[in-house]
């Protein structure tokens, strides 16, 4: 069971942050996005999605809701192109509107217009860092939803992940923090976020005190 912050409030420290994660599609972003959501840093945020109480921002979820339908048929409809320039309004709103959330941003976010930059000036970016071979795994039994993905072989999705990502990589590596995510457990992930988040806070917290 994932881990869910620190019990001691130290995580306090860093309430008032948008902390943006960001990484391959399958890497956990809404995964881990929702157990530091959950952890005592912050309350529910409400979201565009349904109008509920909800501790992770979604990017997908909020494109989909504005347009009123799945990635998959925005793709098929708009194109990639229209995709993304939805995806950069999202951000731009979420931007506007929040200043204490966890954002789960798609995969091809930080990639397209200046999106990564925006998203620390605005924010703490987090990049999970994640092999090609790990991430066709994980991405196997879901890749029917996912238009990139659900044409292809095991061996081309393991192909055209790593070409994705050396495409990507430059972007995703502006993050604050790059975490490699190989081998270890979503809990330890998960902690490694707290503790510099935490370390993070507690720096702003001495520039307010000077």
């Known amino acids: 069971m994932l881990c869910e912050g620190r019990p001691d409030g130290s995580s306090e420290r860093f309430r008032g942050m948008l902390i943006f994660l960001v990484g391959y599609m399958g890497c956990g972003k809404s995964t ?77 976010t930080p990639c397209f217009f200046d999106n990564m930059e925006a998203m620390n000036r605005a924010g703490r970016t987090i990049y999970f860092q ?23 072989s095991e061996d081309e999705l393991v192909e055209y992940i790593r070409e994705n990502i050396r495409k990507r990589e430059p972007f995703y590596s502006q993050a604050r923090l790059v975490i490699g995510c190989d081998g270890v457990s979503d809990d330890y992930v998960v902690s ?15 520039r307010r005190d000077r």
């Open 32 to 108: 881990i996005g929702r157990a530091l959501a959950r952890g005592p840093r912050t309350p529910p945020v409400r979201t565009a999605v349904n109008g509920a109480l909800e501790p992770l921002l979604d990017m997908d979820a909020l494109i989909e809701e504005h347009c009123g339908k799945r990635v998959g048929e925005i793709f098929e409809t708009f194109g990639e192109d229209g995709f993304r320039r939805m995806e950069r309004d999202t951000l731009a709103e979420v931007i506007s509107s929040y200043d204490d959330a966890v954002v789960a941003t798609g995969g091809g």
């Open 130 to 152: 994640m092999s090609a071979e790990k991430l066709a795994v994980r991405l196997e039994h879901g890749r029917a939803k996912r238009p990139l993905l659900r044409d292809k």
């Open 192 to 206: 490694h976020v707290v503790s510099y988040l935490e370390h993070c806070g507690a720096d702003e917290t001495a």
